[in-house]
């Protein structure tokens, strides 16, 4: 096993960060996908969890992977409810005939997936709560709860982060296009904490160059697996889609086609090594980059997976969620600072958002373990 600072130069051979999902070979149509997810810095037209056009998806079962709808939505963009929709209506085949979800899948069975052609939405407007830390005419800071997707995408119609801003704001740019009003960026859904939202294209246009030229400042809280021997460091560790898994990211060597610069700054803020099976550990986070998925990709590449990451974690989905003994919904990491500069009056201005309530309960249980 290498050691983090052997890992964090980027220059090692490529790496599938997190071995939780089973591998399989996909192959995908050309036009079956909506477009990749892009950086977490300019959001302009990614989708969160699926496909947005119709086509198929092909699948061979490189070994006994569970059930099907598990499997299937593990090596796809879709959700485990978009699967077993299609299951229903027949839309999902093994060895060209039709299974039910609980099958249990086997070393070499072919899995194809139907999608429908996608269905014209429009954006309604929904009376969901949300924590506006901070609004004037051009922007608005959102303080977002973990569990809560940012945008519409396949398996999540509504109920989105859009959907509340188009009620709670009257006015949203129009530069991510209909269904993503006024988002710059994002944050995952299992991640909480703030994004900075334009009210005006002008606003857009200008938060959008500041994230590309890295001159938002972004600082995120995040529990990891094990004890960190140094207590600062940086993982500079070129970005792609992964090969096989479509829902993943992973690291590649420099000038690998396709793979993007990725930075990330992390400072040790308090240690527990009595917990979990080799420790855990608080850290700060700093991003110079953003990109898609990048703090829980870059931690499991130096063996520090985000604490209830059940993608990127240690061992297999349902292990690393029966190995989360602290109450998280998903992975440990909170968006807590956000810098910028304010597109219209060009102030320096800086937002906090406090841990989550179940974020301060874990820590409080992690001090009483560790006396």
Not at 80 to 93: H, M
Not at 267 to 274: I, T
Request: with cysteine.
């Amino acid at each position: 096993m290498n050691s983090d600072s052997e890992r964090m130069n980027g220059q090692l051979p490529e790496k599938d960060s997190g071995e939780c999902a089973e591998k399989a070979r996909t192959s995908v149509a050309a036009d079956d996908f909506g477009r990749e997810f892009v950086s977490d810095e300019i959001l302009c037209g990614e989708t969160e969890d699926g496909c947005r056009n119709g086509g198929k998806i092909v699948i061979e079962a490189q070994k006994n992977g569970g059930r099907l709808d598990a499997f299937a939505a593990e090596h796809t963009e879709l959700t485990r409810s978009a699967v077993q929709r299609l299951l229903l209506s027949d839309a999902v085949t093994v060895n060209g005939r039709s299974e039910k979800a609980k099958y249990a899948v086997r070393m070499g069975d072919i899995i194809e997936i139907q999608l429908p052609p996608p269905v014209p939405t429009e954006l309604v407007p929904q009376d969901i709560p949300i924590d506006i830390v901070y609004q004037d005419a051009d922007i608005a800071v959102i303080n977002k709860p973990v569990g809560m997707v940012v945008h519409p995408a396949p398996g999540n119609p509504d109920g989105t982060l859009c959907n509340a801003l188009m009620f709670h704001l009257k006015d949203l740019s129009g530069i991510g296009g209909a269904m993503r009003p006024g988002l710059v960026h994002r944050i995952d859904k299992n991640t909480s904490g703030l994004l900075v939202v334009a009210k005006n294209d002008d606003a857009h246009n200008f938060l959008a160059n500041e994230l590309k030229t890295h001159s938002v400042a972004r600082t995120y809280c995040a529990l990891c697996e094990g004890n960190f021997r140094q207590d600062s460091g940086t993982v500079d560790a070129p970005l792609a889609r992964h090969k096989t898994d479509r829902k993943r990211m992973a690291v590649y060597p420099a000038g690998t086609a396709g793979a993007r610069e990725a930075i990330t700054h992390w400072f040790v803020r308090e240690r527990f090594p009595n917990s979990g099976a080799g420790g855990r550990t608080l850290l700060r986070v700093e991003l110079e980059t953003g990109r898609t998925h990048q703090i829980r990709v870059h931690m499991a590449y130096i063996n520090h997976p985000l604490v209830g990451d059940d993608v990127y974690g240690i061992g297999s989905a349902s292990a690393v969620r029966g190995r989360n003994d602290l109450g998280f919904v998903g992975q440990a990491l909170h968006a807590e600072r956000l810098r910028l500069i304010h597109p219209r009056t060009h102030e320096q201005m800086e937002f906090f958002a406090p841990l989550p309530e179940h974020f301060k309960a874990a820590l409080e249980k992690l001090r009483g373990a560790n006396g």
